[in-house]
């Protein structure tokens, strides 16, 4: 069989994109990873796939895979991508769709200076909705981790995020302690882990372990997660340029049930196809 894909990335988390508007999608799990690895397939963290709208609410519906070959329900960068995807290949003339998620509905637009702004909805802060184990929500949390103790904030963007405040980056335990926390028993569903460091209030910058992917130049979820946590511990403003590996963010909370809103670019790379058995 022959796929048609899409080349794109979003501070250089990369995807393929696949419309799936006039068929079913039947890629399985392992056939994924194995188109996922990057010296043996094409080589991405994520699939998105483009599918018809599941109600009258939206436009599009929008499934993400990562390079593990498992489905997840968010992805902040591929959202800038699937957005830009939709109106370029002339599949909408709107610049402003709603598109649902494995987590709801979410509201991409591409600005006038063909950025992508994302609605990425509320945050969730309770335990229960992250998931996370926990008695009650807080601030932060500490969680024992191969013999240490780390704290932790904990956010759910439609995906769960654990993030840490660090004083470097660049000397961080991403590639180390990431796969320990994201497999970590308090966290049914695992979890995603982001290393923040503090630059001031409104400067961050990022390095994000993503479930099921490993480290990606840029999580869009972890930059939208990572500034909630910041805001609900005091440290930073409502409005904060999150730096990350591949590229610059831009993510405004105005706290409480607000929205989430993220801005940043979405790149075209090129288009392929390839036979599959």
Not at 179 to 190: K, N
Not at 216 to 234: K, N
């Amino acid at each position: 069989m022959q796929l048609k894909f899409t080349k794109m990335h979003g501070l250089g988390n990369d995807f393929i994109v696949v419309n799936a508007l006039d068929g079913p999608f039947r890629l399985d799990a392992s056939l994924i990873a194995r188109l996922a690895d990057r010296h043996f397939g094409i080589g991405f963290d994520q699939l998105l796939v483009v599918e018809a709208p599941a109600s009258d609410e939206m436009d599009f519906s929008y499934r993400i895979f990562n390079s593990d070959g498992g489905e997840v329900e968010q992805c902040g960068n591929g959202a800038r991508c699937f957005a830009r995807y939709v109106y370029e290949k002339g599949l909408t003339g709107k610049r402003r769709i709603r598109v649902g998620t494995l987590s709801g509905i979410i509201t991409p637009e591409i600005t006038a200076d063909e950025q992508v702004r994302v609605d990425m909805g509320t945050p969730q802060l309770a335990p229960d909705r992250i998931p996370f184990l926990a008695p009650a929500q807080a601030p932060h949390y500490d969680l024992e981790l191969d013999g240490e103790t780390i704290r932790i904030g904990a956010v759910s963007m439609g995906n769960p995020h654990a993030v840490q405040v660090v004083d470097n980056i660049d000397t961080a335990p991403v590639r180390t302690q990431g796969p320990l926390i994201e497999c970590h028993e308090r966290f049914p569903q695992r979890v995603n882990a982001g290393y923040m460091q503090i630059i001031d209030r409104s400067s961050i910058r990022l390095r994000v372990w993503e479930r099921g992917a490993g480290e990606t130049l840029a999580c869009g979820t972890g930059a939208c997660a990572a500034v909630v946590a910041g805001i609900v511990q005091g440290r930073l403003d409502d409005s904060v340029t999150v730096k990350l590996p591949g590229g610059t963010l831009q993510v405004s909370w105005a706290g409480d049930t607000a929205p989430v809103m993220m801005t940043g670019p979405a790149t075209f790379v090129y288009e392929g196809s390839l036979e599959y058995t």
